[in-house]
């Protein structure tokens, strides 16, 4: 995953492995970080690969897959089964796609022998340098890749794939922003505090590592943790697919699929966050990269397709003043030819203006107002222990009383 296979290596591996199984298909997969990747690849095809990974010339190379036109070009017998004008095409068509995501471009520019030193593997490469970023870590990069070897020699130089390079990563991270050193971390392990992953690769979640945990670090780290021996998965509490799925539609609405259930079922807390994006805006994928990438443009007609047969034409016309109490402001649009307003916050001043947090539909403990209204009363304070129908608070608007009543039972409230 790091691109370490370098082209002498790869001779060796392929041929013993087609030696010792003739029949058995072998599909090799690498990063280009180090350069070496087209010759790697070619190597493992020429020693008896079935399968060789690469990349679009335009979206090829450094923490990438090697360039498959520079693969071909290398096998003149291969480079005759392509038509290689429509591969230019195809490739142009992606180098027009990659301007519009430049935005998220990691700016890894050059290759980097130093990848056989830290074995950051190529796709973590550039999510780490976006999150030293976000940390303020970026000047330090030279020195989070130097943690990042020296996590991997404490946690028992592990093969790094997601999920375990994530926990190598975090532990270098953890590392670089406490100005800790490998000793430091080895000798106070026990007065810590770890990142989550690290501590659960230690109880065993992820599995037991080739050659078992390194000691005496991970008892120190765990200080009597409970720890999983053997199969993670083996061990888990079973999952009714048809009962989640109900209650995700219950939570959230009909619109829930089984892939949703899935997705669910592995990434509950980013499920959760997506499909509250959903309910909020709709199905943003439909719209095209520049309406989600771009501010959109007064006077310009926007095309999506809703669904087959249903296409909306979008037309900005113009945007209103920022109310300074509310921080709300009016957009007005041309909805197939008919004009339209819509009240959107601004976010560049809603910081500027206070306002009054909102209940969450689908979160059963947050109980909100059934309407805009003077509270008169508040029958309880944070803290209290409520039962299902005690009354919160009384409401007036417009002369209309309404008594808010808990839905729930709670050990203790939090009033907002």
């Not at 090829?60 to 291969?78: D, F, I, M, R, Y």
């Not at 000798?187 to 990142?195: G, K, M, R, V, Y």
């Not at 037309?315 to 004009?339: C, H, R, S, Y």
């Not at 306002?355 to 508040?378: D, F, I, Y």
Request: overall charge neutral; hydrophobic content about 40%; glycine content about 8%.
């Amino acid at each position: 995953m790091a691109g370490l296979l370098k082209p002498a290596a790869a001779r060796i591996l392929i041929s013993a492995l087609r030696k010792q199984f003739p029949d058995i298909p072998i599909h090799v997969h690498t990063h280009d970080t180090a350069g070496t990747g087209v010759a790697s690849m070619v190597a493992c095809y020429l020693s008896g690969a079935d399968i060789v990974d690469v990349a679009m010339d335009s979206m090829s190379g450094v923490t990438s897959q090697p360039s498959l036109g520079a693969v071909l070009n290398s096998l003149p017998e291969k480079n005759n089964d392509f038509d290689t004008e429509k591969l230019y095409q195809i490739n142009n068509y992606w180098e027009q796609v990659r301007q519009l995501y430049r935005c998220f471009d990691p700016g890894t520019q050059a290759t980097n022998t130093e990848v056989y030193k830290h074995e950051i593997p190529g796709g973590q490469y550039t999510n780490m340098l976006f999150q030293a970023q976000s940390l303020g870590l970026g000047g330090e990069w030279s020195r989070v890749k130097e943690a990042y070897a020296e996590a991997n020699e404490i946690l028992g130089n592990v093969v790094k794939v997601t999920p375990s390079s994530k926990v190598v990563g975090d532990l270098a991270q953890i590392m670089v922003s406490n100005k800790l050193t490998k000793q430091d971390v080895i000798e106070n392990a026990d007065s810590l505090n770890l990142p989550t992953s690290v501590m659960q690769f230690l109880q065993g979640y992820l599995g037991e590592p080739e050659g078992g945990f390194p000691e005496p670090f991970r008892s120190k780290a765990l200080k009597g943790a409970p720890v999983v021996k053997g199969r993670p998965g083996a061990t888990l509490e079973p999952l009714d697919l048809g009962t989640t799925k109900r209650e995700l539609r219950e939570k959230f609405g009909s619109w829930i699929t089984d892939r949703d259930v899935m997705s669910y079922a592995m990434y509950p807390a980013v499920f959760e966050e997506y499909a509250a994006h959903y309910n909020k805006y709709g199905d943003v994928s439909i719209l095209s990269s520049d309406m989600i990438f771009e501010p959109v443009k007064i006077g310009r007609e926007y095309i999506y397709d809703k669904e087959k047969g249903k296409r909306f034409y979008i037309t900005p016309v113009a945007i209103g003043q920022v109310d300074p109490k509310t921080a709300e402001q009016d957009v007005f649009f041309e909805l197939n030819g008919e004009p339209k307003r819509l009240t959107v916050q601004n976010k560049s001043t809603a910081d500027k203006v206070v306002t009054r947090q909102k209940a969450n539909p689908a979160l059963k403990n947050q109980v909100g107002a059934p309407m805009s209204a003077n509270v008169l009363e508040v029958r309880v304070s944070t803290g209290s222990r409520v039962k299902a129908g005690d009354a919160l608070c009384l409401l007036s608007a417009m002369k209309m009383e309404t008594i808010v009543s808990s839905l729930y039972r709670a050990p203790s409230l939090l009033l907002r």
